[in-house]
């Protein structure tokens, strides 16, 4: 009997393992959150990972590959109709596990695998990197254009951009230096 790729046997040989998973994926999209074990959730996660992505692409080829691994014609069109498009904007991290305690009958770890369909906010860029730029292009605004020819400006953009950077660094240290006597 060949071993499965990566993980426990989940109490049975490889095929039984494959139908099992197809199965706890099928209830996964269609319920978008189920209870299991946590070994069962772990192995889950990879494989609803991919189909969700397969799902993203949208395509005949990703419907049919998909089709395989499920089976159920219903939940296919769960994943690519309604799951795929909460998902687009995420790159990855479609599921969540989370721990739920012990069963009561046999002591196994619980946990609920469910969909993660939140819309995705972008972090905030460092504040310090965008605000030193903008600091950069005020002297350069000041200087009227008309008085200085297209063909000097990029000439002296490095002279400007090197005389900032001195001035901030010269800023900087002079706070360093208010800091410590403060601190005193």
Not at 131 to 147: C, D, I, Y
């Amino acid at each position: 009997m060949p071993k499965p790729t990566k993980g426990p046997r989940l109490g049975g040989g490889p095929a039984h393992e494959r139908l099992m998973l197809a199965n706890l994926a099928a209830a996964l999209f269609t319920h978008k959150s189920i209870k299991t074990t946590e070994t069962k959730a772990k192995r889950l996660r990879p494989l609803a990972e991919r189909l969700i992505t397969f799902a993203k692409r949208g395509d005949l080829h990703a419907r049919r590959r998909v089709q395989s691994i499920i089976g159920d014609k219903e939940v296919v069109h769960i994943l690519f109709a309604e799951i795929a498009p909460l998902v687009a904007e995420r790159e990855g991290g479609y599921t969540r596990i989370t721990k739920v305690g012990n069963r009561k009958g046999d002591n196994a770890p619980m946990a609920v695998i469910e969909l993660v369909l939140e819309p995705v906010t972008p972090k905030a860029k460092n504040t310090k990197k965008t605000a030193a730029p903008v600091a950069e292009e005020t002297p350069a605004e000041e200087t009227p254009a008309e008085e200085t020819p297209a063909e000097e400006t990029p000439a002296e953009a490095p002279a400007d951009e090197a005389g900032a950077e001195s001035t901030e660094e010269g800023e900087a240290a002079e706070a360093a230096a208010e800091d410590a006597d403060t601190t005193k």
